[in-house]
């Protein structure tokens, strides 16, 4: 059977960890199908919801599924959705990109030499919480409307998670494992890349994980606030046009993408950072 | 002692908290090369501190520490062991001891042969490509002995290491790290908590008393060789020398050094006489 695979998994966790999980082995695939159904049923009933908001309220208030449903194979035969699939991931890859490359480096930099962490401390944090629409103009003065001043856009947003998260995996990496390097005669820059680097690669990932979410958001919100285009010009198109069929159709591709990204990092983050999660798990 | 020291300690003293906190004060020693010597004495007395000095990760405040005739440096021939094994989770067995034979620039074909073999020399040998978290704690211990061995150091510095096993593990451990001195015959400084483990193992005992971290007393243990074949735990002059050398830490607690800290310094030696205040 496919779940049985899964089984040895249950060792990792003491049973009753979760507080509501009962003896483990066959049961927990039992459960797992049990929640599978049950996720099911919300989903159906989302839609059923949506059907009847629309027969009592109309449909400017809720499209049917069904007119979402056809919208939606409409845009993706006309090359609508896909183009504007393809804008929008242009910008959220360049900016994220950026990001993730400027965010990790300048991460291990801050975090590796406490003097210019120390230094710029102040600055990332006034930064970091600085509402990102704030630059917006500024932003809109220096790069104009287009394709540029979006991705400078979502890099921005995405920037200081990043940043921030890598400083902080690495100033804060386990001390005895250092000593240990050091011990054995580790000059500064195996400790750095050998010692510190992995040890960082856990909180590197989940800052990538949460710089993807707030690229997603910058992108939309770059879509529509600079010259609209990709799915949040589509989006917003649709929207002020009352077309709440086509909007919807639009707004489930956002969730897809959002759904796909995170799900993603959380599979890298699993990989390359197996050891600290099975860690956690045995806890 | 003599002229042929390969570690030697004069009149050493470290504080940390810009002085305000003596942790050892006039610590002379030396080490032969070959000998295994024990550091024994209640927390917080430095003697982790001790091998830090020893290793070159710390330099002493006041005298001296020389590791043949130089100041150590970390990597010239010395090792370490942890009480906790310190393995790079993310790297296997064979991966963590790999790690240090590249800081001692060696070519990977003899690394991985060295390593094998001292796997094997550990009784690791099917666990080479296991991840750390899938070991025991036993089994972490034994990785982190062979880590220290692949360097093959003329001293191995060991602060606690089997403190935190079980004591069948760690009887098992004391026998294999007996056999492996015996045979490769590299000096060993051991820190302990255990008075028995510190007799079963070593050739000298140095006792230390706390705050400051002094040496109160330097005893040599006679009982035959090879210690993992014949256990000496049954004969009198064990039994003396335990009765000595508690005797000594009993006239600490009188000198004033808090019952309690003595009492956590040496928890599970059952059945010697206890201190009274
Ligand atoms: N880097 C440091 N900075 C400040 N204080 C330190 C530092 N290292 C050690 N100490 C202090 O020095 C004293 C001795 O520490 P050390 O770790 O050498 O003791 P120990 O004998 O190994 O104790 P234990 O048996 O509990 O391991 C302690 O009081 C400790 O708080
Ligand atoms: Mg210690």
Request: hydrophobic share 50%.
């Amino acid at each position: 059977m496919k779940g049985r695979g899964t089984g040895d998994r249950t060792k990792a966790t003491p049973p009753g960890s979760l507080g509501f999980s009962g003896p483990p082995g066959q049961n927990r695939t039992r459960q797992r199908r049990k929640i599978w159904v049950v996720q099911g049923l919300i989903a159906l009933s989302l839609i059923l919801g949506m059907q009847l908001l629309n027969m009592v309220a109309g449909n400017l208030v809720m499209p049917t599924p069904l007119s979402v449903l056809r919208q939606a194979i409409d845009m993706w035969a006309d090359g609508t959705m896909g183009w504007a699939l393809w804008e929008s991931l242009a910008v959220l890859g360049a900016g994220f990109g950026l990001a993730a490359t400027s965010g990790v480096f300048s991460g291990i930099l801050l975090g590796g030499i406490p003097f210019l962490g120390r230094v710029f401390a102040p600055f990332v944090t006034a930064m970091n919480s600085t509402p990102g629409a704030a630059f917006i103009p500024l932003i809109i003065v220096w790069f104009g409307l287009y394709t540029e001043a979006k991705i400078v856009l979502v890099w921005h947003a995405a920037f200081f998670p990043i940043l921030i998260s890598t400083a902080a995996g690495i100033s804060t990496a386990n001390r005895d494992l250092t000593e240990m390097a050091q011990s054995f005669g580790a000059g500064r820059r195996v400790l750095f890349w050998q010692v510190m680097v992995p040890d960082a690669l856990p909180s590197i990932l989940s800052g990538l994980r949460i710089g993807a979410a707030v690229s997603t958001v910058g992108t939309v919100i770059a879509e529509l606030t600079m010259a609209q285009s990709g799915l949040g010009g589509l989006m917003i198109a649709a929207g002020n046009r009352f077309q709440m069929d086509r909007y919807f159709a639009v707004v489930v591709v956002l969730m897809a993408l959002g759904t796909l990204i995170s799900l993603g990092l959380r599979q890298a983050e699993r990989r390359f950072a197996r050891w600290r999660v099975v860690m956690a798990e045995a806890r | 002692m003599g002229e042929a020291a390969l570690i030697s300690l004069q009149h050493v003293g470290k504080s940390f908290k810009e002085g305000t906190l003596q942790v050892l004060d006039g610590i002379s020693f030396d080490v032969r090369a070959g000998e295994f010597v024990s550091v024994v004495g209640p927390s917080g007395c430095g003697k982790t501190t001790l091998l830090r000095l020893i290793n070159g990760l710390l330099a002493p405040d006041q005298g001296t520490v020389r590791v043949k005739g130089a100041a150590p440096v970390p990597n010239s021939d010395l090792a370490m062991v942890f009480q906790s094994a310190r393995l790079l989770p993310w790297r296997t067995v064979a991966g963590n001891i790999d790690f240090v034979l590249a800081l001692r620039r060696l070519s990977r074909k003899d690394s991985a042969a060295r390593t094998m073999a001292l796997l094997g020399a550990v009784g690791l040998r099917d666990f080479a490509d296991a991840y750390p978290h899938e070991l025991s704690g036993g089994m972490q211990s034994r990785v982190g002995l062979a880590r220290a061995l692949a360097v093959e150091p003329q001293v191995l510095l060991m602060d606690e290491p089997f403190a935190a096993l079980d004591a069948m593990t760690r009887e098992t451990l004391r026998a294999e790290l007996l056999r492996l001195w015996s045979r490769r015959r590299m000096a060993v400084v051991f820190v302990t908590h255990d008075i028995d483990e510190a007799i079963l193992l070593s050739q000298r005992i140095i006792l230390l008393r706390p705050r400051p971290g002094r040496i109160e007393e330097i005893v040599s243990v006679d009982l035959p060789e090879p210690r993992w074949q014949n256990d000496p735990r049954g004969l009198p002059a064990f039994a003396q020398l335990r009765g000595h050398l508690w005797g000594r830490i009993q006239g600490m607690a009188r000198d004033g050094v808090a019952l309690e800290d003595l009492a956590r310094a040496f928890p599970e030696t059952e059945g010697q006489p206890r201190a009274e205040g």
